[in-house]
């Protein structure tokens, strides 16, 4: 079983930042896959960021097209956190951002944080 608790969230102007974090609990965070997705008022819940598992230096990152060059999802296996660094924020990322852990079948989401964008 893994815990996972967001943050970071909050009420930014459009062209600022936020740094979302993601704890996880117990002893195995290394070998989850980490992703972040969001979801919007009255929209389904989508794909924002993911990265690869491993206890390495070196992991893969993938973007969906809507945050790619503004977002960068990075974790850190000796604080079992997985984070998201939103820059240039427009209003279109509002949304309750939420953090999922894989490994193999199993999967776990946290309860999310909000992020709202003004103009």
């Known amino acids: 079983q893994v815990q996972l608790v967001e943050s970071g969230g909050g009420l930014v102007q459009a062209g600022g930042s936020l740094r979302l974090s993601c704890a996880a609990s117990g002893r195995t965070f290394s070998s989850y896959a980490m992703g972040w997705f969001r979801q919007a008022p009255g929209k389904e819940r989508e794909f924002v960021a993911g990265i690869s598992w491993g206890g390495g230096s070196t992991y893969y990152a993938y973007y969906a097209d809507s945050v790619k060059g503004r977002f960068t999802i990075s974790r850190d296996n000796g604080k079992n956190t997985v984070y998201l660094q939103m820059n240039s924020l427009k209003p279109e990322d509002t949304a309750v951002y939420y953090c999922?852990?894989?490994?193999?079948?199993?999967?776990?989401w946290g309860q999310g944080t909000q992020v709202t964008v003004s103009s």
């Open positions: 999922k852990a894989i490994r193999g079948w199993r999967e776990y």
